[in-house]
T-cell receptor, first 118, second 109 residues
């Protein structure tokens, strides 16, 4: 079974530029998550989709970050304009998670995109 | 929100040694995951363990949900065990994970 795919793996941009990340979850997984991991810390949730609807974006800096999951499969996360403090690894994860059924909530992570903002 | 604390923050082991990592959480949870983040940044699933004990090769994990902690055991450590070990628990019914700060493990030859 294929895992969670992400691209690109690395990205270096200047501040105020824009950048986009792509994620393809495990086939059949209804729930998709984007996490931000700053060096030396654990991942923190940015946004969570159930199929193509947003269920939690409370930690997403909406003035500069946006995300979408068209057709309930692939997802893109965009930053515009980027700031120095956005330098981090952006991780995508997916889980089966039928609504409210935590038993199926094991999350699987992609390899991440390492973003450096200069 | 739920707090997750991991100890120790750092661990240096000689190859072949055994170790125990601990994860404490501040509220009752329905499940818990252990991950290994390798030096390339990939988060690898180790265990999905709401309660009880599971074993996978040289690794095993025990979760005592009533006492709000989980333990990860590494036996006969190898240099490939180096990396950061995270535990994570869901904070809502949609499965949003709260991660601990991690335990950095270095295994020396």
């Amino acid at each position: 079974e294929a895992g969670v795919a992400q691209s690109p793996r690395y990205k270096i941009i200047e501040k105020r530029q824009s950048v986009a990340f792509w994620c393809n979850p495990i086939s059949g997984h209804a729930t998709l998550y984007w996490y931000q991991q700053i060096l030396g810390q654990g991942p923190k949730l940015l946004i969570q989709f159930q199929n193509n609807g947003v269920v939690d974006d409370s930690q997403l800096p909406k003035d500069r970050f946006s995300a979408e999951r068209l057709k309930g499969v692939d997802s893109t996360l965009k930053i515009q304009p980027a700031k120095l403090e956005d330098s981090a690894v952006y991780l995508c994860a997916s889980s089966l998670n039928p609504r409210g059924r935590l038993y199926y909530n094991e999350q699987f992570f992609g390899p991440g995109t390492r973003l450096t903002v200069l | 929100g739920i707090q997750v604390e991991q100890s120790p923050p750092d661990l240096i082991l000689q190859e072949g040694a055994n170790s125990t990592l601990r994860c404490n959480f501040s509220d009752s949870v329905n499940n818990l995951q252990w991950f290994h983040q390798n030096p390339w940044g990939q988060l690898i699933n180790l265990f999905y363990i709401p309660s009880g004990t599971k074993q996978n090769g040289r690794l095993s994990a025990t979760t005592v949900a009533t006492e709000r902690y989980s333990l990860l055991y590494i036996s006969s450590s190898q240099t490939t065990d180096s990396g950061v070990y995270f535990c994570a628990v869901p904070t809502d019914s949609w499965g949003k994970l709260q991660f601990g700060a991690g335990t950095q493990v270095v295994v020396t030859p």
